[in-house]
């Protein structure tokens, strides 16, 4: 069973009985996604559904940051399905940084799999160091903050 939860201004969260979503708008445009657990495609479409609903809110290009350092590295099949995702949406994604943690090898290979199959060039950026993901972060805050001025 799966459990959205609206938690503020620009928060959902969704919730299985073995992972966890949250997004968090940070500006429109700026989107950050964390992923807590063992993702096994309990949540069909809603994962992404949720990204894509920011385009249609403020039809601006994406910068999407997901947090996967709690992330489980996901079966072969919610992989394929996130590949597929990007794939289809390349053209409203301004930039993907994922950060991974460092000592799993198995999430970052998962990754950088995704990122190769999914044909985006440079689209995709794998962090495994969180200040830096973290600075790329706020610039694309600052900047969208800018632009949209």
């Known amino acids: 069973m799966i459990q959205r939860e609206i938690l503020g201004e620009g928060t959902v969260q969704l919730?299985?009985?073995?992972?966890?979503?949250?997004?968090e708008r940070l500006k429109p445009g700026v989107l950050r996604m964390t992923i807590d657990g063992?993702?096994?495609?309990?949540?069909?479409?809603a994962t992404y559904d949720e990204v894509s609903a920011e385009f249609?809110?403020?039809?601006?290009?994406?910068?999407?940051?997901?947090?996967?350092?709690?992330?489980?590295?996901?079966?072969?099949?919610?992989?394929?399905?996130?590949?597929a995702w990007f794939m289809g949406h390349r053209q409203q994604l301004k930039t993907v940084a994922v950060l991974v943690d460092?000592?799993?090898?198995?999430?970052?290979?998962?990754?950088s799999i995704a990122?190769?199959?999914?044909?985006?060039?440079?689209?995709?950026?794998?962090?495994t160091e969180?200040?830096?993901f973290?600075?790329?972060l706020l610039q694309h805050v600052a900047e969208t903050a800018i632009a949209t001025r």
Request: net charge positive; with cysteine; proline share 5%.
């Open 56 to 83: 249609s809110r403020f039809n601006l290009p994406l910068a999407l940051f997901i947090d996967a350092t709690a992330a489980m590295a996901p079966p072969t099949k919610v992989m394929d399905e996130w590949t």
């Open 38 to 45: 063992d993702d096994r495609g309990d949540f069909g479409s």
């Open 15 to 23: 919730r299985s009985p073995t992972c966890q979503f949250r997004y």
């Open 102 to 111: 460092a000592a799993s090898k198995v999430t970052h290979l998962s990754v």
């Open 115 to 127: 990122k190769h199959l999914s044909h985006t060039g440079d689209l995709i950026t794998i962090f």
């Open 134 to 136: 973290e600075r790329v």
């Open 130 to 132: 969180r200040d830096r």
